[in-house]
Each structure stands twice: as structure tokens, then as C-alpha cells.
């Protein structure tokens, strides 16, 4: 079995592009339907493209934001770091405000600031390397994901996945779909379901597109054939990607998520979280008290612009949940596995 990896060869989807005076994000709202790029001039109008989800997954959220606050600094003077992190405290908490859940937009805003609290003169520099480091380093992280959790599946194995967690969610190559890539080219995955991720659909419109761009033929699945899926054997794996993972290892990531873990228990089918280490908040102790963000109850309401439900009626809108770490077989980020994860585990691997 070959276990390196043609990175030049799949994997080339870019969806966020800094142009030196701009950010560009692929609308991931048009998507696969128009490859068309928003061009972001203000830290507004990042804030609004998270929000919008116009960009969106956890890692991809935070170098956005990070971007953003790049472009929130051309709106202030300041002669040092110091100084600038005074001026630019209202942009980050703005910033910050954009999404609730996934921690890899406080970490990376979080750690632009610090950079920026010990700088010079030279702040502004100093301010656009550190985002151009974040989005290296996330990419940098995803490709070594990929083999560390593709080494867990036997060849021959089916995955199912869930969500987009490929470069689209990412600096590139992803973390779930970064995994299964590497799988499928190692020749461990010989098959991968994808499921459709109601109500936005990231999976049937952008986990297939992605996919397709690397020659991988997903199937799709709705997201409620999973548990009866599980029961024809053709899955040994499900692949998730995290928006963040707690201290004891519960992992929030999309809705949808704890009920793929139940049913993957049930069934004697294994349960693997990857994810960068960006995304382990070791302040959170537990899920309970992760903030799950819930959207407008319109995105059940329609699809495309067509109706799909009866008029007059209310629905809820949670857009995460969370998933017990006893659920979990394997926690993986770029830093290393870890089985079985727990507290002690956790604690081992991203303690202080
Ligand atoms: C690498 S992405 C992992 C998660 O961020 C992903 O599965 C997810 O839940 C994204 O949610 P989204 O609402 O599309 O931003």
C-alpha cells in the first residue's frame, strides 16, 4: 500500500483567497451551481460573510476572521501593538460575534491579538504575516490529519461522512474529508456516502461537488437513511469533522452528528472526530455548556426559494449538537490519536 499523497494532484479547491488589499471567499451559499468569489473590503463585510455563511466551517471561520481583522486595521492609526489592540477591541469582539459554536473563530482572533499586544512599529506587518501563518499552519495540520487518521481504516472499508469538512471548510484538504481523501488514495476506502446534511445541504452540495473535483464518486444519502445504511454492512467507519471538542472530548459539530454516533455504536460501526487542534477548547469542560447556535427557522421552511412546508407553522433551528465523548473511538488532530477519548486522554494530550 502506498501511503504518500500527490497533494498537487487532488485537493484544489482554495476558498478563501487575500488578494493584499482584499479577502475573496467562494460563495459557498451559490455552490455547486456558481463558482463565484464575494469580495470582502471591510471587517463588515467579513463579519457578514461568516454570519451568512458564505464562508463557513469551523477552521475556515477563523482564518476569515483573521483576514478580517487585517482589513478592521486599515480603519485605525495606532503607533504600536499595544495601542492598536485598543483600537481594534471593538472588531474582534464584532468579529467574534459572527457564529457562536465553532472555537476556532475566538482561537484565531484570540491569537492575533496576542501577537499584535507585543508588536512594534511594524504592527501592521506583523498583523497580516500572523494571518497568512494561520491559514499555512491550518493547511499544514489537515495534510498530516489526513494520514494519521486515514492509518485506522483497513483497506477495503466504507466511510460515511457528514457535513463539508473538506478544503472548503478549511485552509485545504480538510480534516474529516482530508482523512477520507488520504483513505481513498491509500486505497483503505473503497467507498464513501455522503450525507445530504438538512436543511443547508452542505453535504449534498458541497461535500459531492468537492469530491467530483478529486474524481471521488460520493453516494448520497439522506441524512435519515444513515442508521438503516449501517445495518447493510457497507459502512465501517463515520468520519466527522468537530466545531469544537471539550476537555473530556465531547465534540460539538453539526446536527445530525450525535445521532450518526448512536446509531454507529449500535452497529458496531466505528466513530472518528478530526479535527485541528485549533478546534480542542480545554476550557470548555464538558459539552453542556457549549453554546449551540440556532438559525432562522426559514432555512426549514424552503429550499432553493421553494417551499417546503406547510405556511403558518413554527420550527427550531439548532445548527450543532453534541456528541458524548463515550461515543467516540478516535479523536483525531494534527498533534496525534487519540482512542477512546476522555478527560485523562485529553488532558495528556492538550493539558498545559
Ligand atoms: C472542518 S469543518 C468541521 C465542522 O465545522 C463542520 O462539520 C461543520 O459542522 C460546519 O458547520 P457550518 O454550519 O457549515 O459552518
Known amino acids: 500500500m502506498n501511503d504518500t499523497f500527490d497533494f498537487d494532484r487532488y485537493d484544489r479547491v482554495r476558498p478563501i483567497r487575500w488578494t493584499g488589499d482584499a479577502l475573496e471567499l467562494l460563495d459557498q451559499r451559490r455552490l455547486p451551481f456558481h463558482v463565484e468569489y464575494v469580495r470582502c473590503e471591510t471587517s463588515e463585510d467579513v463579519f457578514d460573510s461568516i454570519r451568512a455563511l458564505t464562508v463557513r466551517g469551523a477552521p475556515a471561520i477563523g482564518i476569515a476572521a483573521a483576514w478580517g481583522l487585517v482589513l478592521a486595521a486599515r480603519e485605525i492609526k495606532a503607533e504600536d501593538g499595544a495601542a492598536a489592540v485598543l483600537a481594534l477591541e471593538p472588531a474582534i469582539t464584532h468579529l467574534n460575534d459572527a457564529r457562536p459554536t465553532a472555537v476556532n473563530l475566538a482561537w484565531a482572533l484570540a491569537r492575533m491579538r496576542r501577537v499584535l499586544a507585543s508588536a512594534g512599529s511594524d504592527w501592521r506587518e506583523v498583523l497580516e504575516r ?6 499555512d499552519e491550518d493547511l499544514a495540520a489537515n495534510r498530516h490529519m ?5 492509518a485506522l481504516i483497513a483497506p477495503g472499508s466504507g466511510v460515511l461522512t457528514h457535513c463539508n469538512t473538506g478544503s472548503l471548510a478549511t485552509a485545504g484538504f480538510g480534516t474529516a474529508l482530508g482523512v477520507i481523501r488520504a483513505g481513498v488514495a491509500q486505497q483503505r476506502i473503497a467507498q ?5 446534511t438538512r436543511p443547508w445541504l452542505q453535504g449534498a452540495r458541497l461535500t459531492a461537488w468537492e469530491l467530483q473535483q478529486d474524481g471521488i464518486a460520493p453516494v448520497l ?4 437513511a444513515a442508521a438503516h445504511l449501517m445495518t447493510t454492512g457497507q459502512v465501517q ?6 466545531d469544537r471538542i471539550c476537555a473530556n472530548g465531547d465534540t460539538a459539530n453539526k446536527i445530525g452528528t450525535y445521532q450518526l454516533a448512536i446509531a454507529a ?4 460501526v466505528k466513530f472518528m472526530v478530526a479535527a485541528p ?3 480542542v477548547d480545554m476550557a470548555m469542560p464538558d459539552g453542556a455548556g457549549i453554546d449551540i447556535e440556532e438559525r432562522d427557522a426559514a432555512e426549514l ?3 432553493g426559494g421553494v417551499a417546503t412546508a406547510a405556511g403558518g407553522i413554527t420550527a427550531w433551528n439548532p445548527v450543532f449538537d453534541i456528541t458524548p465523548h463515550g461515543l467516540i473511538d478516535a479523536i483525531v488532530t494534527e498533534r496525534g490519536v487519540i482512542m477512546q477519548p476522555d478527560a485523562t486522554a485529553m488532558q495528556a494530550a492538550f493539558g498545559a
Open 130 to 135: 500572523e494571518a497568512g501563518a494561520i491559514a
Open 265 to 268: 455504536r449500535h452497529h458496531g
Open 146 to 150: 489526513g494520514s494519521l487518521g486515514a
Open 237 to 242: 467507519w463515520v468520519i466527522v469533522g468537530a
Open 301 to 303: 421552511f424552503h429550499l
Open 221 to 224: 444519502v439522506a441524512d435519515s
Open 192 to 196: 464513501v456516502f455522503a450525507g445530504e
Open 277 to 279: 487542534s485549533s478546534t
